[in-house]
């Protein structure tokens, strides 16, 4: 995933949490915010709860990486905030969910 697609800015978390729908599942909490950008932006969020910085680093380079195998449609800015029963998943647990939930919201590409 590459640093323009990440959102990183406080005010903008703060923004799309506070304004945007929630989508809960297993393992996430989703926060989804139609914009009129050309692009589209992730944000992650992994609280002191899970885990030590090395777990939670981790567990957002797992994410990151389940994100960018696939291609999403332009104009959306998306938080992730991990909850606690990550822990006690594997990753492909944590994959199906994710993208599960991901196609259900439709951000991903159509392959024509």
Not at 21 to 31: E, L, N, P, R
Not at 36 to 55: L, Q, R
């Amino acid at each position: 995933m590459k640093k323009i697609n990440i959102v990183k800015k406080n005010e903008d978390f703060n923004r799309i949490i506070q304004t945007c729908k929630s989508y809960k599942t297993k393992y996430f909490f989703i926060y989804l915010e139609e914009n009129t950008n050309e692009i589209y932006h992730f944000g992650f969020s992994v609280g002191k709860k899970i885990g030590n910085a090395v777990t939670r680093n981790h567990i957002k380079r797992q994410i990151k990486q389940i994100l960018s195998e696939k291609n999403y449609q332009n104009g959306f800015n998306c938080i992730i905030i991990v909850r606690k029963s990550v822990l006690s998943s594997t990753y492909q647990q944590m994959k199906e969910d994710l993208l599960e939930e991901i196609s259900k919201l439709e951000l991903i590409k159509e392959n024509i």
